[in-house]
């Protein structure tokens, strides 16, 4: 899943290819993934794309004021096309093909353009247009930007300080802090040597002040390792930067321990007792919970 460095990676390069380019047609494939009626997608036809944003992991096509908002979710994608001229048509519910973006052609007569894909029977991917991107819902209640200017050690002790819950899940939280998933919250605590377990309300204001290093240090990392990569290289990237998550059963590159996984609401996460847990491994409450 795409989160906040990749999407500051496909941000930059859309904005690098699309913006002054016009949109000569968007069509949508997969109807499921259009989650706005008004104004309708025909409605961005002729429009120039005037600046690429990111919210969150949200990417916000700004088209001569309208907004072309996208979510790619668990297993959605975004494809570069630098001619999109012989591209047929594409009948719904046939394959990965979700919307196409045609954008005006070139002087050659290419015709550049994107896809959205989203692998799996899974249908998540959402798109949206929108006269202003903070009337789509996902926007609206993220929380701050962990790469904007007004994201302080203060501001994150204020967010997770009085909470009851596991700073894994507050983490993850887009309410909370906006672009961090599952992966980057396994990075980010392993970086700051915290359990994934640890209650937000217990945090010292040490504890906070290394948080909040880790949080920025591993995104900025990440957001540089992914810049100038074309977009299908990004996802061969995002993994091989990653030090834990998806390393169940790998060698900890800090201290040589083992990588060890548990169960976490709806998925798993990974950790290194050593470095994160004081060396004991975390109970899987879910499977101790059963078992009692
Ligand atoms: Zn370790």
């Not at 706005?36 to 997608?41: A, K, L, S, Y």
């Not at 899940?169 to 040597?193: C, F, M, P, W």
Request: glycine share 12%; net charge positive; hydrophobic share 40%.
């Amino acid at each position: 899943m795409p989160e906040l460095p990749e999407v500051e990676s496909l941000v930059e390069f859309l904005r690098e290819r699309a913006v002054g380019r016009a949109v000569q047609r968007v069509e949508v494939v997969a109807f499921q993934a259009l989650k706005t009626v008004d104004p309708p997608v025909t409605a961005l036809g002729g429009l120039t794309v005037t600046g690429v944003s990111r919210h969150g992991k949200f990417i916000d096509l700004d088209i001569d004021g309208l907004h072309l908002v996208i979510h790619l979710a668990r297993a959605g994608w975004l494809r570069w096309r630098d001619d999109l001229s012989g591209a047929k048509p594409v009948r719904p519910g046939k394959g990965p093909l979700a919307v196409r973006v045609r954008l005006a052609p070139d002087d050659d007569g290419a015709e550049p353009g994107f896809e959205l894909t989203e692998a799996g029977t899974q249908k998540r991917l959402a798109v949206y247009v929108a006269a202003d991107p903070a009337s789509v819902p996902g926007i609206a209640r993220l929380g701050p930007d962990p790469l904007g200017g007004d994201f302080t050690p203060e501001r994150l002790g204020g967010l997770v300080g009085g909470s009851r819950t596991q700073i894994k899940g507050l983490l993850r939280d887009q309410s909370v802090i906006a672009g961090i998933g599952n992966a980057y919250s396994d990075e980010v605590l392993h970086a700051a040597k915290m359990s994934p377990f640890k209650v937000g309300a217990t945090l010292t204001d040490a504890q906070i002040a290394g948080l909040y290093e880790a949080i920025v240090t591993t995104l900025r990392e990440a957001v540089e390792r992914s810049r100038g990569l074309a977009a299908k290289d990004l996802k061969g990237e995002k993994k091989s930067g990653l030090r834990v998550h998806g390393r169940t059963g790998e060698k900890c590159g800090v201290c040589g321990d083992v990588i060890r996984e548990v169960s976490f609401a709806d998925s798993s996460l990974q950790y290194c007792p050593t470095c994160q847990t004081g060396g004991k491994p975390l109970a899987d409450r879910r499977l101790s919970r059963l078992l009692k």
